[in-house]
């Protein structure tokens, strides 16, 4: 598909803490779930969408992270430092801008999984992603039906797409898993230093520019230690 994005920006940068002692010895990007890193499952989702560069930030055991990915076939991947100074999801993504370009790219987390349906969700996020309403568009699943996940959720989703945060007191039906197609013009006049993505997508809401996409399959929240094995059988069940 012509308007499916080239590039990704992984993030691989965080601390794990809550997947201790797993994160005791090695970033959480790199524990395994169904006999192979979140990471890979991660990574080859993105090349059966095709993209050709993948920007990974690094902080937390860095150097193991760098060493497993040295001869990543595909994407290719670029190595984001930030050994230095932990920036946040939204400070990591601009100090990984220049290598990403100039035209929209998928963002991931590094410790996302999910199965999808019929079409992948990537695919199904460039077809809808459209740069003349969207600085973002946000993959989201249903907070019924997700693996490991037991929160009120993040947004509600207008007839027409466009997203709306939960209220302090309320319980909303979409979760936020960490996939979304980003615009650079999102990232216009940034909030110095370290910062959250999610102050952008206030940002972007506040100007309708903010849409969701329904997940088409399940998605896993790996968490802790103990979701690991629930995302293992969910995985084993639907390839069964």
Request: overall charge neutral; proline content about 8%; some cysteine.
């Amino acid at each position: 598909m012509q308007n499916t994005p080239r590039t990704a920006m992984v993030l691989a940068a965080g601390l794990g803490t809550r997947m201790r002692p797993l994160t005791d010895t090695m970033p959480k990007p790199l524990v395994a779930v169904a006999g192979k890193p979140l990471i890979d499952h991660v990574l080859a989702r993105l090349a059966e969408a095709g993209v050709e560069r993948a920007v990974v930030n690094v902080h937390y055991k860095a150097e193991q992270i760098e060493k497993h990915l040295r001869d990543w076939p595909k994407p290719r991947i670029t190595i984001s430092d930030e050994r230095g100074v932990l920036l946040g999801t939204g400070g990591g993504v601009v100090k990984a801008l220049p290598h990403l370009g100039e035209e929209p790219f998928y963002l991931i987390n590094s410790d996302t999984i999910w199965i999808d349906g019929v079409t992948p969700n990537l695919v199904r996020l460039a077809a809808g992603f459209d740069p003349a309403t969207m600085d973002a568009l946000l993959l989201l699943a249903p907070t019924t039906g997700c693996i490991g996940y037991h929160g009120r959720g993040d947004f509600t989703m207008l007839p027409d797409g466009r997203l709306q945060k939960r209220g302090e007191r309320e319980v909303a039906p979409f979760v936020y898993p960490g996939v979304a197609i980003l615009a650079p013009a999102l990232f216009k006049d940034p909030p110095p230093d370290a910062f959250a993505l999610t102050d952008l997508f206030a940002r972007a809401a506040e100007k309708g520019r903010l849409h969701g996409l329904r997940l088409e399959g399940q998605w896993m929240h790996v968490g802790t230690p103990e979701a690991v094995g629930e995302a293992e059988a969910a995985i084993k069940a639907s390839a069964e």
